[in-house]
């Protein structure tokens, strides 16, 4: 059987990729899943909430709901509040990694390390 061992990057505890095919074990992957949807469920429940307050809220840490921005598993609703910048210009940007004037410029950035330009 050819089977691919990594280690886990949360709990360093060794599991096999090649079944599982995620960037941690399936127990922290479970635990990941739920800290998402408590996120979720707060910000359907409050729209506009701020990042610090979704924090403090779901005791998920800040940088942790940085990286569901830059991964588009949320976006911000365009206020004062921002919470990431454009990896190219600074500029502030709701979702992902790049502002849509970089995008639009210089094609987007996909997870891969590969640009792909985008059709407009």
């Known amino acids: 059987m050819n089977e691919k061992r990594i280690r886990c990057p949360e709990c360093r505890k060794m599991y096999d990729f090649a079944s599982f ?4 074990c399936p127990e922290c992957a479970a635990k990941e899943a739920e800290k998402y ?20 809220e779901t ?12 991964d588009n598993k949320l976006e911000t609703t365009g206020g004062t509040g921002h919470a990431s910048r454009c990896d190219i210009c600074g500029a502030f940007v709701g979702e992902g990694e790049r502002c849509r ?5 210089h094609g987007a950035f996909d997870s891969q390390a590969n ?3 985008k059709r407009l």
Do not use: D, M
């Open 21 to 24: 095919k995620q960037k941690a």
């Open 37 to 56: 949807a408590r996120v979720r469920a707060l910000v359907k429940e409050k729209p506009g909430i701020n990042l610090l307050k979704v924090s403090e």
């Open 59 to 70: 005791g998920v840490p800040h940088t942790e709901l940085l990286r569901y921005i830059k």
């Open 101 to 105: 004037a970089c995008v639009r410029k």
């Open 115 to 117: 640009f792909k330009k």
